[in-house]
């Protein structure tokens, strides 16, 4: 059992576009079982204990299946994936050095011995966070990871934001994030509200870590199966995918 190291499972947004009324989209069932399970499986397979789900929108179907087997935190106002680290960090235990950060509606796709290689190339690199990145053939809607000449990390730009050169880069960002704590910490706070959803993006830590010369790496994955999940549709793909890469 890794005593340093815990885990924040993004579990609180109401997805929206799944419709759903009183249960979770991570309490879906992907495959054989309810969505985030999938996500507790691989942090036990990779002995880590110190698990915190972060719930808001209907908490109590997740709280029903997950039961004792971890630690919650309430996220009551919905302010973004920033925000929601921070009020999953307040659970964290004082022993806990480093930080896995991931969403509970795209983290079934992960197999225990690339997160072990992210965690690894934490550790080694002595890095205050390091995020894997993934290639997808269609990127639509995703950061894109921006590199300078030397292919080192310069930026991630939001589809929003990007330019139709930066649209075309395949290189993404799907959301696995180890930090730091002491890194966490510190900037945090600094996470500037967006002007257009109001949202408090953990995205943003990363421009702030890159502009304070912090050490940022990056775990290339390639073009592993994954894929978030907004809508039934893409639940159903999903699914498909999962089963298919077993």
Known sequence: ??????????????????????????????????????????LENLFIKNIVVVVGFAKVSVMNILGQKVSFAEQAKRLGTGHAVSIGLKKITEET????????????????????KLIE??????AKMTFLT?????????????RDKDGKLSAIIEEKDATSFEKKIKEIN???????????????????????SGEYYITRIIDIGIKNSEPIETL??????????NTKEELKEAEELLLNSK
């Open 134 to 146: 993934i290639e997808k053939d269609e990127p639509f809607g995703l950061g894109r990871i921006i």
């Open 1 to 42: 059992m890794n005593q340093n190291l815990g885990a924040i499972i993004l579990a609180a947004g109401k997805g929206k576009r799944m419709n759903a009324t009183d249960v979770n989209k991570v309490a879906m069932p992907l495959a054989d079982k309810p969505m985030i399970v999938h996500t507790i499986e691989l």
């Open 220 to 229: 290339f994955a390639g073009n592993i199966p994954w894929r978030g999940i």
């Open 174 to 196: 799907p959301g696995c994030y180890i930090f730091n704590v002491d890194f966490l910490k510190k900037y945090l706070s600094r996470i500037e509200r967006s002007k257009v």
């Open 97 to 116: 050095k480093d930080v896995l950060v991931l969403n509970g509606d795209d983290s079934a796709f992960y197999k225990k011995d690339l997160i072990e």
């Open 121 to 126: 190339k934490h550790l080694s690199s002595k």
